[in-house]
């Protein structure tokens, strides 16, 4: 049902009668105009979904967070993992 540049007209008729193949053009961000009677409805739009938040809403979310105190932070971690290597499973086999 046409290219991702232009919006393609589909008139309620067909779009109710093949609904499923103007899904799948907006999942490829296809645009389409809903007509009825050859008149425009309205202007069917994919979402657009982001796929990284931008580096200033990141700030502003993290802007009233609590100072992290590095060094009791890994008295944290070190306290609650165990730092010794496991035995080689392999030791001995020759690999």
């Known amino acids: 049902m046409g290219g991702k540049s232009q919006p393609v007209d589909v008139s309620v008729r067909q779009f109710v009668s093949d609904s499923g193949s103007v899904t799948r053009g907006l999942r490829r961000g296809q645009r389409y105009v809903l007509t009825i009677n050859g008149e425009p409805l309205a202007d069917v739009v994919p979402i657009k979904r982001r796929r990284a938040v931008p580096m200033t ?19 944290d971690l070190d306290a609650g993992i165990d730092q010794e290597l496991p035995d080689d499973p392999l030791e001995g086999t020759g690999l």
Do not use: H, K, Q, S
């Open 57 to 75: 809403e990141v700030l502003a979310i993290f802007a009233g967070a609590p100072a992290l105190d590095v060094d009791e932070l890994r008295a």
